[in-house]
């Protein structure tokens, strides 16, 4: 009998053998194929794809890092990125493994029921490997093909308009809902997951209340557990943001009793103690019962997380200081979390700038956000935008400070003064206990303790090293540049970023115990003691002109101040207060017609007595200044801007015509110009390009005519008329050739060598027409003996920068323009005709480069900063003519070849400008 069966069993699994065997290789629309076609697809192929899916879900619910601070995600995706670049998906074995079942069902199984289902894994499987557009196209295929099928169109349909949202095309995705939800309508289970996906969309809408009916039902239909609990949790949220504190606290209870994550059941557990503290009215103890969890050894690893909760507590009731001393501790107690601590960063100062209005402080706890916020973070670039803008600040009140010290040092008796110096340049080493973290003095809660408040007298914290802020400006400035250094020799040696520095805090490395105090550290290593005694003394503002220029920067800083109070942070009773301050310590300075008008504006509609009083003063004292006349006339400002705007085109049009080489079209437009505005200051730039035009046409007298013509209107313009008047004295010293000349200048052919002599030789070398005209080439430069450049006294208190004040052998001057999209060549030409023009005799060359925001033309070379300043002092008064852009968007500078190199972008452009004013000027 047993043989019998076994036997029997043989045949059987031979039979199904066959058949699988059969099946996997046929593919006939036959009533047998189409069955074991089915069958391998279903069991071979989708389970076993799904299994896959759910695989990858867990290991993503692993690994995926939730932020609380914001409404969670309904799926565990990312946030749509408003800029998406879009790369191909990174490699994944599980989801490449599901897209080559998925492709061999639609491959092998072509008659199985299981097509639809093939398409919908490889659109899953793109879609979470970030191959969105991909994904889209196969769910779209796959909707529109089994339309007939409601659930399987409903699901294609859904992963669409996820995949479309993931691509921030929202309108888009919003369409494709709402075709899902009339569809859907029909289809009475299976709904969860589409409901989930609309309110998503909805919460991106903040149409949070249509979000909160649709999760209510996609929790009450879910049957995924964990998703059940998640969709609760953000449901949960959004009532507490409508103010539906009850049902928002009975979904948090929820939460917490359920089979949650530990870290979404602590912060159940954290909002479910706070709402019930407002559901009760409570208005003292309810931070008790949140500081109560940290009796809970469990809850260990979430100190920090409970101190900024009690935090935000105190915050949302208006108990400011008791909600800064938390955040603080969280601060501390943050070992392991540091998006929590970056958070709890970030809380302190928006609480400085927004509630006590510390800038100084603010921007300091900015910086250590941006330090270690992680830069995905949804908000960092607004973060990081705000600490940029808040270090004009600080650096501001530190010049002021940097100066009143050293004008208090100046004022006293010579041997007093020197014992001054020295006991304040002698190196004092703190020797400070440091963990692990990047900013341990930020971690102290009394660090910094105050802001600057400059003044004049030695005396209490107006003193700048008596100031502990702006010693700790100072270091932190240091730090964030230089990150950790030990107290030793060469120290510069190891020129790592702040960035990396703190990743190798955050990861074991040694750190230093000794922390230098930025007054004293900084150029002690590089300097002898008493030589940069000496230097500091040589540098005080002892005479009356090393005085006013003292004054004259305390002046700029408090202008600056105010106005970036005033424009940026929109703060103008901080704005008047500065202004005042700057008026009560300079009460005649270089900026009193804009700080009356300022102070008129800000009082305009709050004061009208002191309104009326700093319009009067404006218009008496300062009747032809601009601000005068945007009072009489409100529009004159936009007036003047829009005039300013159509000179520029208009003169861009004519020089386009001048490069087409259409040259009566230069004439005509030259001459409707210079009759429309004779006295605007691109008059003689327009004569020139009509001479050019004649010379391309006429014979030589039509040519001598204009430039005459030139010489005698324009007899003071330094652009042009320097320039034509050379081509005059070219011109007479080769008469005879140009009198044989068809037209007086001849356009040669653009493929032949440009410069080449075409004159007989003669005893004195000859100087071009310029750059499109010339025909002799330029005379060799002849060598100069090199002047050393002098070193100016290295400054201790000023923070350490990427930019050098080190002699070089090469200076540039620079134009930056700050904007990437402008045309510059009718610029470029007439910076040509400027150096041409005014400096014949060297061999200048102009340069053009494209940085991401910027345009830098950069004219070389000098061969010392004198000689740089010479042509600074030159060019910069005729920019305004020189330049065809509007003169808001471009500044000029001096700047060595090294330093140059250094600039990368804006960022680098806005640094380097601040070290220049200390440093070449």
């Known amino acids: 009998m047993k043989p019998r069966i076994i036997k029997s069993l043989h045949c059987f699994f031979a039979l199904i053998g066959s058949l699988c065997i059969y099946g996997c290789v046929a593919n006939k629309d036959t009533n047998i194929d189409r069955k074991f076609q089915n069958l391998t697809a279903r069991y071979n192929y989708i389970y076993n794809s799904n299994v896959l899916l759910t695989a990858h879900r867990d290991n993503l619910l692993q690994s995926y890092i939730d932020n609380y601070e914001k409404i969670l995600p309904v799926y565990l995706d990312p946030e749509p990125q408003i800029n998406l670049v879009l790369t191909p998906g990174a490699p994944n074995k599980e989801l490449d493994e599901i897209i080559t079942k998925g492709q061999t069902i639609i491959n092998d199984k072509s008659f199985s029921n299981y097509i639809d289902d093939a398409y919908m894994l490889l659109g899953k499987a793109n879609y979470l490997k970030g191959n969105y557009f991909i994904a889209s196209e196969y769910f779209d295929y796959t909707a529109k093909t089994y339309s007939s099928d409601l659930k399987t169109f409903i699901m294609a349909m859904n992963w669409k308009a996820r995949s479309q949202m993931e691509l921030n095309n929202m309108v888009f995705a919003d369409k494709i809902l709402d075709t899902m939800l009339r569809a859907e309508d029909q289809l009475k289970k299976d709904l969860a997951e589409p409901l989930a996906t609309t309110a998503q969309m909805r919460i991106y809408q903040n149409r949070n209340k249509e979000a909160i009916l649709l999760l209510e039902n996609a929790v009450r239909l879910a049957g995924d557990k964990q998703l059940r609990i998640r969709w609760r949790y953000i449901l949960a949220q959004l009532q507490e943001k409508e103010k539906d504190f009850q049902n928002a606290f009975i979904n948090f209870t929820k939460v917490e009793n359920s089979n949650a994550p530990f870290e979404m059941y602590f912060h159940a557990n954290l909002q479910r103690i706070k709402l019930k503290g407002l559901i009760n009215g409570y208005k003292v103890d309810e931070d008790k019962a949140l500081l109560a969890l940290l009796k809970d050894d469990k809850n260990f690893d979430y100190t920090d997380q409970i101190y900024y909760q009690v935090g935000e507590m105190f915050s949302t009731e208006g108990k400011f200081e008791k909600a800064e001393e938390n955040y603080l501790k969280s601060i501390q107690k943050s070992s392991k979390n540091q998006t929590q601590k970056a958070l709890s960063y970030l809380r302190v100062a928006d609480l400085n700038f927004k509630e006590f209005n510390n800038y100084i402080k ?124 030990p107290l030793e020799d060469n120290w510069r040696q190891s020129t790592r970023s702040s960035a990396q520095e703190n990743n190798q805090v955050m990861s074991g490395g040694k750190v230093a115990n000794e922390i230098v105090p930025a007054n004293e550290g900084l150029a002690q290593n590089t300097q002898d003691q008493t030589s940069l005694e000496k230097q500091y003394l040589d540098a005080l503002p002892i005479t009356p002109e090393l005085l006013t220029t003292s004054n004259q920067k305390i002046i700029d800083a408090y202008f600056e101040i105010a106005s970036f109070y005033q424009q940026e942070l929109n703060d103008k009773a901080e704005a008047d207060k500065i202004y005042q301050e700057l008026l009560r310590r300079f009460p005649e300075n270089n900026h009193l017609a804009a700080i009356y008008y300022s102070l008129y504006l800000n009082a305009k509609g709050v004061d009208e007595n002191k309104s009326n009083e700093y319009r009067q003063l404006v218009l008496t004292k300062y009747p032809e200044s601009n601000f005068a006349k945007i009072i009489v006339d409100p529009s004159y400002s936009a007036k003047q801007s829009d005039l300013e705007n159509i000179a520029i085109n208009n003169y861009n049009v004519t020089f386009d015509a001048y490069a087409r080489k259409d040259y009566p079209a230069v004439i005509n437009q030259a001459n409707i110009n210079i009759s429309a505005s004779p006295d605007n200051g691109l008059a003689p730039q327009y004569a020139y390009l009509k001479a050019i035009a004649v010379g391309r046409t006429s014979k030589l007298d039509a040519l001598l005519t204009e430039f005459n013509s030139i010489n005698t209107k324009y007899a003071n313009d330094m652009i042009i008329t320097p320039l034509v008047r050379d081509h005059l004295k070219y011109i007479e010293a080769n008469i005879e050739e140009f009198k044989q000349r068809p037209v007086a200048l ?11 002599s075409q004159a007989k030789p003669i005893a004195v070398p000859a100087k071009p027409l310029n750059t499109d005209v010339t025909e002799l080439e330029k005379p060799e430069k002849i060598d100069e003996v090199k002047k050393p450049a002098e070193v100016k006294p290295v400054d201790p208190t000023k923070p350490v920068s990427i930019f050098s004040a080190a002699t070089s052998d090469e200076y540039y001057y620079v134009i930056d323009i700050a904007d990437v999209t402008l045309t510059l060549s009718s610029s470029r030409f007439g910076i040509g005709q400027f150096n041409r023009g005014n400096y014949p005799d060297n061999d200048l060359a102009h340069k053009l480069i494209e940085l991401d925001n910027d345009q830098l033309i950069y004219i070389t070379s000098f061969i010392d900063l004198e000689d740089a300043k010479l042509y600074e002092s030159g060019i910069s008064g005729q920019l305004k003519n020189i330049m065809k852009v509007p003169a808001n968007l471009y500044k000029g500078f001096i700047i060595s070849k090294e330093n140059f190199q250094k600039l990368t972008n804006r960022q680098r452009i806005n640094e380097y400008l601040e070290f220049l004013k200390d440093s070449y000027k």
């Open 362 to 485: 603010a921007k300091l706890y900015y910086d250590s956000t941006v330090m270690i916020l992680p830069k995905t973070f949804p908000d960092y670039t607004s973060i990081a935008k705000k600490a940029e803008n808040l270090t004009y600040l600080t650096d501001r009140f530190t010049i002021i400070a940097r100066e009143d010290t050293a004008q208090v040092f100046a004022k006293l008796p010579s041997a007093e003064r020197e014992a001054k110096v020295k006991q304040y340049l002698t190196p004092k080493v703190e020797v400070t206990p440091v963990t692990s973290t990047p900013n341990q003095m930020i971690n102290d809660p009394d660090f910094p303790n105050q802001a600057l408040n400059p003044g004049g007298n030695i005396a209490g914290n107006t003193f700048y090293f008596n100031n502990n802020t702006a010693i700790s400006t100072g270091f932190a400035d240091f730090k964030k540049r230089w990150g950790n250094r």
């Open 746 to 756: 001849i356009d040669f052919d653009s493929k032949e060598p440009r410069f080449v």
